[in-house]
């Protein structure tokens, strides 16, 4: 068995045997061996990509082994439950692989289980050619004031929330990558973004008055009156 440990907000596992004195052997066999047939029931072709169909796959997926629990969608795969064309094969997401999910509540367990079943390099990834990047609590912290009363159902599954755009774009803002820089561009230039609103989150976000200025200069470098 494994347990968590935690590297930039995401759960990686290490071998450690005293989880299987807490959960009992033959029980975490029994849990091992539902993996396969659950990931099988909903079984699609290979994905070029991440897109709405890929996701809600991902998400039963994991409902299937964790007996339903809800699932927070963080990052960029988050955007597809708000706009599912973005999912398309010339979209801004094609060259997505995974989907960030938070078990809500989160569970350490449940956190393992699933991404030892559905993370990266995981057989499930193989076969389907994207994967679940499970995220710890802790990463909701870094969210602007508010986010959960501004979630988004994913459409077509029970008990899946995903991060409101707005909310994401002023994330990304302040992570300031350069892909992260150049999807909010392109959002923003399909006017998927709207600037106000951006800002507003932006100012919600629990960041040190002294970024403040770095991440405004940021956001005017891609949001032009």
Not at 85 to 110: E, H, M, R, V, W
Not at 162 to 169: C, E, F, G, T
Request: overall charge positive.
């Amino acid at each position: 068995m494994t347990a968590v440990t935690h590297k930039a907000g995401r759960v990686r596992p290490v071998r450690l045997f005293y989880v299987v004195a807490i959960t009992g052997r033959s029980e975490s066999r029994q849990r091992a061996n539902q993996i396969v047939p659950a990931i099988r029931r909903f079984a699609l072709p290979q994905s070029n990509g991440m897109n709405l169909a890929a996701l809600q796959h991902l998400i039963r997926s994991a409902q299937a082994l964790a007996e339903d629990v809800p699932l927070l969608v963080l990052g960029s795969a988050s955007l597809l439950a708000s706009f599912p064309d973005l999912g398309n094969p010339q979209g801004p997401l094609a060259s997505t692989y995974d989907a960030g999910l938070c078990p809500d509540p989160f569970d350490k367990l449940t956190a393992v289980m699933l991404d030892e079943a559905l993370g990266e390099n995981r057989a499930y990834f193989r076969i389907h050619g994207y994967h679940a990047d499970i995220l710890r609590d802790s990463i909701l912290q870094t969210l602007p004031k508010g986010w959960h009363e501004r979630l988004v159902p994913v459409p077509e599954t029970k008990a899946a929330l995903a991060l409101d755009p707005h909310d994401l774009a002023a994330v990304k803002l302040l992570v300031g990558r350069p892909k992260d820089l150049a999807l909010v561009r392109e959002l923003y230039s399909s006017t998927q973004l709207e600037r106000a609103t951006v800002l507003e989150r932006i100012e919600l976000l629990p960041v040190p008055v002294e970024l403040m200025p770095r991440l405004l200069d940021t956001f005017r470098s891609i949001f032009h009156r």
